[in-house]
């Protein structure tokens, strides 16, 4: 009995001696990813200056690369030269309305004297010095002078109007115009690449002096200063797990060695799955489980398909929240 007691102290501190090493069985496993983003370009053309290299890091609107776009600025330069000529289709109304308006001017004088000679007539005409039918044809001339001047009058106003209706009939021309121009300065800008997020170049697809289309990607950036150790836990286990919770993350580091680092689970699936077919038995491919993600700060040792281990809390601080089971009873004996 003396021998039992003698081996409790050596238990306990190989229980505790495991505890700290971190290395017992883990709650979840999975691998670490990044957030990619492939770069491409939105015209097609020849790409003139292409400064990314795999490794670089860039920050974010950096210029990366240059797409040659001489024949948009040729497109713009020819659509601006059409709007400065729809000015010179337009029809100056001034010479025709001048016209016109000396011809009103002549034709007031000349009712203004018609005017003057019809009261000369009908004071005459008081004196018994003139006669009736002097005063009618006089009248006769001041109606008709009116109707010449209310129609000189009316085709200047015609003569406006139909210059008018005219000018903006070409002038309407020019704002599609306008437009193109602007669409074409959008394309001119997007001529130059700017590097849409801080990270780091994982891979590049293109090369200076190649010729890209729309769309073809030319490299692939993700930010590796922070990584996501997706991993997949199991349905007795949901409730341990909640956002902003903080975890223990474990990397290989040597043969028999594990690295710790601190993480935070940023989001649990909202249902289940199963499990993915990387998981090497049929048995545990069969299962149903959750996807979570913890969020690591990458001291510069994670890579994008490391493998990882996550720990929702210590195997010690299991052991203390559940009463110890013994499989040896101690019984103290008197001694002798």
Not at 51 to 65: P, T, W
Not at 144 to 166: D, F, G, Y
Not at 300 to 321: D, H, P, R, T
Request: with cysteine.
């Amino acid at each position: 009995m003396q021998h039992i007691f003698k081996l409790a102290p050596i238990v306990l501190i190989l229980f505790l001696s495991a505890c700290k090493s971190g290395n017992g069985n883990f709650d979840a496993s999975g691998t670490f990813e990044a957030d990619e983003v492939i770069v491409s370009s939105e015209l097609s053309g020849k790409i003139i200056s292409f400064s990314a290299e795999e490794g670089q890091s860039i920050l974010k609107d950096s210029i990366v690369a240059v797409v040659d776009a001489a024949n948009i600025s040729l497109q713009k330069e020819q659509v601006e030269a059409n709007i400065q000529a729809l000015s010179e289709k337009t029809a100056d109304v001034t010479p025709q309305v001048r016209l016109l308006e000396n011809q009103l001017a002549v034709q007031q004088s000349l009712l203004k004297n018609l005017f003057h000679e019809q009261t000369r007539i009908q004071n005459l005409l008081k004196q018994d010095a003139a006669t009736g039918k002097q005063l009618d044809d006089i009248m006769a001339q001041v109606d008709v002078a009116k109707k010449n001047l209310a129609v000189t009058q009316q085709q200047i106003n015609v003569q406006r109007s139909n210059v008018a209706t005219q000018n903006r009939g070409i002038l309407s021309e020019g704002k599609p115009l306008e437009k193109r121009v602007a669409q074409l300065d959008d394309q001119l800008k997007r001529a130059t690449i700017l590097n849409p997020v801080s990270g780091t170049v994982i891979t590049k697809y293109a090369e200076q002096g190649e010729i890209t289309a729309a769309g073809k990607a030319l490299y692939k950036i993700a930010d590796l200063s922070t990584m996501t150790l997706r991993a997949y836990i199991t349905g007795t286990q949901i409730s341990q797990v909640k956002l902003g919770q903080g975890v223990k993350v474990f990397v290989d580091d040597g043969p028999d060695k594990y690295k710790e680092l601190p993480g935070i689970i940023s989001w649990v699936a909202d249902k289940a799955e199963f499990t993915p077919k990387t998981i090497q038995t049929k048995d545990e491919r069969a299962n149903l489980v959750y996807a979570i993600k913890v969020k690591v700060k990458n001291d510069g040792y994670l890579k994008i398909g490391m493998y990882g281990e996550v720990k929702f809390k210590s195997s010690c601080q299991a052991g203390i929240n559940k009463k110890p089971k013994f499989g040896i009873k101690l019984t103290f004996l008197p001694t002798v």
